[in-house]
């Protein structure tokens, strides 16, 4: 099934829960299914079955009226994590980059993510896992360009500092 | 390019644009911070794309699709609703608008020059008359040349004739074509007209061939119950675009009508047509025997 894999794990970070991304999953494609007619031919097919999951779940958010609230995370600089590895260069090593992903299992880095509020982690995790051009992640969030580039450097800065937390506190 | 710059948005070195490439090339820092970036993006999308699809999970949805009708598609009947709807559409628009628009200009100069005929003139309108053409040399008047030797001026005044714009409005009578408007307004008093073209466009209301163009800053309009080629014919023009030049003889005093001392006078010396006209600060004492 042409996208699947990249669609549930879309879904997944979206609902943050397993059961709610199979049905989101299932219920984007079923859409898909039914108004494949309006897909344009040469049109961009991975970025359209994401578009459709996206909007049904923002519609789903509407009806239930619970959207998450995320841990509010203050924002930084996009190289924040890099800059205070940088500094302790003297006391870590010569080389605190290959400490720090040397310590950082992925569920770290998953857990960093899930906190980030929905609008910053779709975006990120858009542009960095999935690949999708600024323009494309406008289309499917369906928010102008500038907000796209806001909300990732947004993300970025805040991961970064989630994750420097989470250095600082890794017995070494 | 400095490192600042390139470090203003991580994607900058993700992704780097050659003049970024070339800063990194000779910047340890930066190159240092790309490495990282790099590293922590292809981080996090190890850490995503762990997950892969539950099992089962490609049948249930194939099985969910299977229940569902088939999908729509562009078929023949939608189409004919489609073209059937949009000549509906087409039909009210027809109907609604199908009468050529009016340019509300055109009506408004029709409307003056209808009226304006069964008007006197005053004194004040003929020192209006003056003070605008003392105001305006003739020469920035480009004025059609050609004219209908059976057409003779009857007055000319300084008229309010559209919105916010009021110029000379030259007034002509002949046997066969009746009483004839010609118009000059300038352009920046008309700022809420479009642009016109410099080639004159004929127009029809009420019964009327109404012919507009622009040159140099002055919007022209040419009114009479005449068919548009005739119309046309009046004006003269020199090559594609351009409307002759002043036909001074178009600006001869009327005899027996108000002159620019307020005295009615009679007129005995004839101006050559193209030879002699109106100068500026003075308008001809001494018009034509028409």
Partial sequence: ?172 | MTSSDCQKLASRLLDPDPEVAEHLLGCVDCRRRAAFARSLAEKVRQAESEPSLPEGLTSRLVARLDRLPSPRRKSHSASLVGILALAAALAIAFFLWGRPQVDPLVADMVRHHEGCFHIQNTRAKAEQFRRWMVAHSDRELPIPARWPATLTPVDRRDCPVAEGARGPHLMYAGSSQGQVSLYVLPRADLQGIASLSQKPTAHRYNGYSVLVWEREGWLYGLVARVNEAELRGWVALRGELQVELAARALFRPIPGRFTVDGQVRNHTRALRPGSVGPRRGALPLRPAAL
Wanted: net charge neutral; hydrophobic share 35%.
């Fill in chain 1, 1 to 172: 099934m042409v996208h699947a894999e990249a669609l549930y794990r879309f879904a997944r970070r979206l609902c943050r829960d397993d059961s709610q991304a199979e049905d989101l999953f299932q219920e984007a494609y079923e859409r898909a299914y039914r108004f494949f007619y309006q897909f344009r031919e040469g049109s961009n097919c991975k970025s359209w079955l994401f578009t459709i999951l996206h909007t049904l779940h923002r519609q789903r958010l509407r009806s239930r009226s619970t959207r998450q609230e995320s841990i509010s995370i203050d924002e930084a600089s996009e190289f924040f994590l890099h800059d205070r590895l940088l500094e302790q260069e003297k006391i870590l090593a010569d080389n605190p980059e290959k400490i720090f992903f040397d310590q950082c299992p992925s569920g770290e880095i998953r857990a960093a993510l899930s906190e980030l509020s929905e609008d910053l982690r779709s975006a990120v995790l858009l542009y960095d896992v999935e690949g999708f051009s600024y323009q494309e992640i406008a289309t499917i969030l369906g928010v102008p360009l500038g907000t796209v580039r806001s909300r990732i450097s947004r993300g970025r800065s805040a991961l970064h500092k989630r994750l420097w937390q989470a250095f600082q506190q890794t017995p070494r």
